[in-house]
Nanobody, 124 residues
Framework: QVQLVESGGGSVQAGDSLRLSCAVS????????IGWFRQAPGKEREFVAT???????YYADSVKGRFTISRGNVKNTVDLQMDTLRPEDTAVYSC??????????????????WGQGTQVTVSS
């Protein structure tokens, strides 16, 4: 049974940093993409970053250079380090897992397993 549980959300000021963590169980990292997505009120869910089959990382243009996705120090976790946060980064952040091919990693409909989400609020 695949399970994903996020932690680390919170409220910060613009320019601050936050680190989100996704605890993953029930799957082998090498066979999956573990991605982070976000959804702001009234907007569609959007791709943030993904760790493709435990080897390559990909980012949305809006977060490139500010966010870093990586395997966590805790076993079976995937972290999202978010630096230089902006008010427009405010959203519910969710991690997800998929066996999809590389060309589809940005498509949330291709992800089969989802965590419950964690709120990130950035004030100006």
């Amino acid at each position: 049974q695949v399970q994903l549980v996020e932690s680390g959300g919170g409220s910060v000021q613009a320019g601050d940093s936050l680190r989100l963590s996704c605890a993953v169980s029930g799957l082998t990292f090498s066979g999956y993409s573990i991605g982070w997505f976000r959804q702001a009120p009234g907007k569609e869910r959007e791709f943030v970053a993904t760790l493709f089959r435990s080897t390559h990382t990909y980012y949305a243009d809006s977060v490139k250079g500010r966010f870093t996705i990586s395997r966590g120090n805790v076993k079976n976790t995937v972290d999202l380090q978010m630096d230089t946060l902006r008010p427009e980064d405010t959203a519910v952040y969710s991690c997800a897992a998929s066996r999809t091919i590389l060309s589809s990693i940005r498509d949330p409909t291709m992800y089969n397993y989802w965590g419950q989400g964690t709120q990130v609020t950035v004030s100006s």
